[in-house]
Each structure stands twice: as C-alpha cells, then as structure tokens.
T-cell receptor, first 112, second 115 residues
Framework: DAKTTQPPSMDCAEGRAANLPCNHS???????VYWYRQIHSQGPQYIIH???NNETNEMASLIITEDRKSSTLILPHATLRDTAVYYC?????????????FGQGTRLTINP | NAGVMQNPRHLVRRRGQEARLRCSPM?????VYWYRQLPEEGLKFMVY????????ESGMPKERFSAEFPKEGPSILRIQQVVRGDSAAYFC?????????????FGPGTRLTVL
C-alpha cells in the first residue's frame, strides 16, 4: 500500500468547516483513498472513500486532486463530537480482502 | 442491525495466563480482521480470516498468538502466556465478501490489561 502523510494535529472552531489534508504522492492507479476516524479510543469509524472523483456523503466530502497525489477531507459544519483522530488510508479495493494500514493520522480538535 | 460485537470489553490477566477475545461480525459479513492498538500508538493489523480459513496473518506475532473463525460462532483471538507487553486494545472489524465499498466496520474493542 502507498504511504500517506498527514499533519499530526489541527484545530477548528465549532460550526466551521474542517479541512483535513492528506498527501499520497506514490498512489497507484488502482488504489482508493479511504478516511476513517477514531473518537477517543473507540473503534475506528469509516467516513468516506474515493478513487478520482470527488465524493460526498452524510458525514463528509472528499476532494481528490486531478493528479491524485493528495486529497482533502471536509467536515462542513464541525461539532464538538467530531473531535477525533482522522486516518487517511490508500489501498486497492479488493472486496473485503485487504487489511487497513493505519498511519499516525491527524488529531483534530474542535473548539467551542 | 447490530454492529460488530466484541467481548469482553475489559479483560485483566496475570502474566502467564491465557486471554481469549471474542468477535461477532455484523450480520451478513464473512470476513473478520483483528487489529491491535498499543497505548498512545496507532492501530496495527494482526490477522484476516474468513470462515474456517486464515487468509493473512502477516501481522500476528509468531508465538503465543492464534486466531480462528469457525463455521459457527464468533472469531476468537487467543493469547497464551500473556506478558505485560500484550496490554493493549484489540479491535475486531468485519466486512462483506462482496459488494459495498470494501469498508470495514469496527467493534468497540477489548482492552486487555496484564498485571
């Protein structure tokens, strides 16, 4: 799996958009970008994934650059409950058949 | 639809004892993964199982650790002769065999403390 680089920590004000960057400059053409988060020692939670098009779901939006070497996870209206460690992971999509390789992630703190 | 269940949530063992951690995947999921998170560290993959088969155990320590996912019942992660360094949170995840986005759904974890 390609490696990812994320800032170790970020702060964001409650109600504002939180933009979390991720660099994956060695990503292969068949590798997807996945985002998970872990809220205070709970089990990680799937957020979103994409290949090359931008994606949006009820939790977040994922913006992937045209060259696919970086992406940004956007939480449009951050709340205090979004405080967590966010992990950007790249991997080939083989249905259910691929381990997740977690880096250190970004510790996002939402401030009141 | 119940999520991934793990039990016990907390387990205390003395050095040299055995620890058994259980994981029941989500309904309809036939793939199970075990991850370990040491204190203040990220999650590390241990093993990936399908029913009655170990598919990838590249992250599993060679000694004292074993995993199974029988045809009936939960997946079991077994640690024999535990040592203090085994103290960690152990997370189980499950996924479908096909369909979906390949996402893995995680349980709440079992926190193992070795005295």
């Amino acid at each position: 799996d390609a490696k990812t680089t994320q800032p170790p920590s970020m702060d964001c004000a409650e109600g504002r958009a939180a933009n979390l960057p991720c660099n994956h400059s060695t990503i292969s053409g068949n590798e997807y970008v996945y985002w998970y988060r872990q809220i205070h020692s709970q089990g990680p939670q799937y957020i979103i994934h994409g290949l090359k098009n931008n994606e949006t779901n009820e939790m977040a939006s994922l913006i992937i650059t045209e060259d696919r070497k970086s992406s940004t996870l956007i939480l449009p209206h951050a709340t205090l409950r979004d405080t967590a460690v966010y992990y950007c992971i790249v991997r080939v999509l083989i249905q259910g058949a691929q381990k997740l390789v977690f880096g250190q992630g970004t510790r996002l703190t939402i401030n009141p | 639809n119940a999520g991934v269940m793990q039990n016990p949530r907390h387990l205390v063992r003395r050095r040299g004892q055995e620890a058994r951690l259980r994981c029941s995947p989500m309904k309809g999921h036939s793939h199970v993964y075990w991850y370990r998170q040491l204190p203040e560290e990220g999650l590390k993959f241990m093993v990936y199982l399908q029913k009655e088969n170990i598919i990838d155990e590249s992250g599993m320590p060679k000694e004292r650790f074993s995993a199974e996912f029988p045809k009936e019942g939960p997946s079991i992660l077994r640690i024999q002769q535990v040592v203090r360094g085994d103290s960690a949170a152990y997370f189980c995840a499950s996924s479908r065999a096909s369909g979906g986005a390949g996402e893995q759904f995680f349980g709440p974890g079992t926190r193992l403390t070795v005295l």
